[in-house]
């Protein structure tokens, strides 16, 4: 399906109808018009839907529960996937923190206009009645925003520098929070591995770098642990950690073991590694605990293809998939060289 006829189907004001549509078109289009897409309506819709509501807060869960659900579809993991992974991945700032940048702004701008008009008059009375704290009002609500960003934002005038200021201050203290959430394993226990290979909150690359949809989304959801492998599923079904064992080797079932260890998959890690480590050949002096961080994290277009292909592939022989393909394959051959061998 052509963009162009993207943007029309989106354009339409029903926003139940763009998430239908958007569902069917995930597949169709890259991950750069997702994320366009993303921007352009469903976010920038919460965003000033919020704003023009004047909610308390300027936003509230439930809208952001929807952001999060579209994060989810858009990197193809599960609905119980945390949020500090859905916009590491993604690099996302979300709806609320932009909602927060523009109310500020826009209580700023407010009381940066001249003496006189109508709506500085409005705005002077609410602002008054905020300050004999009886009333909590649209102003006290910004006003206690702002004093969550440490802004007073009384104090500036409605300019270029201003909006930057604001914008890059809220901006920040997401950052901030975000790097904190995906270090505190009480919060986030399924952050465990995430943590020890994402450090920098932005977009990452392989998202782009990986052209197969269903290559990028099985990548995904191995960094994310949004997988199937024993040590997520036994944490769903409830199981200790150390009984979340690998059915082939009765040792734990991690993404350490199904990446290095796991003989199952040691054809297919052979030709990754002796692949990688023609590209990367210092690679062969650390551990393989360090190679494996390394493949997880590490920004290169080449890595990430044969990581990506190396996880899919595995997976898929785990998943049987792999097996079925070779057995077919082999009765294929065997059919086709029948008459031969007679
Ligand atoms: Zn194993």
Redesign the pocket.
């Known amino acids: 399906m052509k963009l162009s006829t993207v943007w029309l189907i989106l354009r339409q004001n029903d926003i139940s109808k763009k998430e239908s549509t958007a569902c069917i078109l995930l597949n169709d289009i890259n991950t750069l018009a997702q994320y366009t897409f993303f921007f352009e309506t469903v976010r920038n819709t919460i965003v000033m839907g919020n704003f023009s509501s004047g909610s308390r807060d300027g936003f509230d869960e439930n809208q952001q529960m929807h952001s999060n659900w579209f994060l989810r579809l858009i990197l193809g993991v599960k609905q119980g996937t945390s949020t500090p992974m859905l916009h590491g991945e993604s690099g996302v700032v979300p709806p609320s923190t932009l909602c927060h940048q523009q109310v500020m702004l826009y209580y700023i701008r407010l009381n940066s206009l001249p003496q006189g008009s109508v709506l500085k008059s409005v705005f002077l009375d609410m602002k008054r009645l905020s300050d004999l704290s009886s009333t909590n009002n649209w102003c006290s609500h910004v006003l206690s925003i702002g004093n969550r960003y440490g802004l007073e934002l009384d104090a500036f005038d409605f300019n270029e520098a201003t909006k930057q200021h604001v914008k890059s201050v809220a901006k920040e203290k997401f950052i901030s929070k975000w790097l904190s959430n995906i270090n505190d394993h009480s919060l986030y226990p399924g952050l465990r591995l995430y943590k020890l290979f994402k450090h920098e909150f932005a977009c990452e690359p392989y998202l782009q770098n990986i052209k197969s949809v269903q290559i990028r989304k099985t990548f995904t959801r191995f960094r994310c642990s949004s997988h199937f492998l024993e040590i997520e599923r036994g944490r769903y079904v409830g199981k200790l950690e150390h009984e979340r064992l690998?059915s082939?080797?009765n040792?734990v079932?991690n993404e350490f073991?199904f990446v290095m260890?796991?003989?199952?998959y040691s054809e297919l890690r052979n030709s990754f590694i002796s692949k990688i480590t023609s590209m990367f050949p210092l690679l062969l002096e650390y551990s393989p605990y360090e190679q494996f961080l390394f493949f997880m994290g590490f920004n290169d277009l080449d890595l990430h293809c044969l990581f990506s292909r190396f996880i899919q592939d595995a997976t898929d022989l785990r998943s049987g998939v792999g097996v079925a393909q070779q057995t077919a394959e082999n009765e294929r051959l065997c059919a086709g060289s029948s008459p031969h061998r007679s």
């Open positions: 690998c082939v080797c040792i079932e073991h260890i796991c003989p199952l």
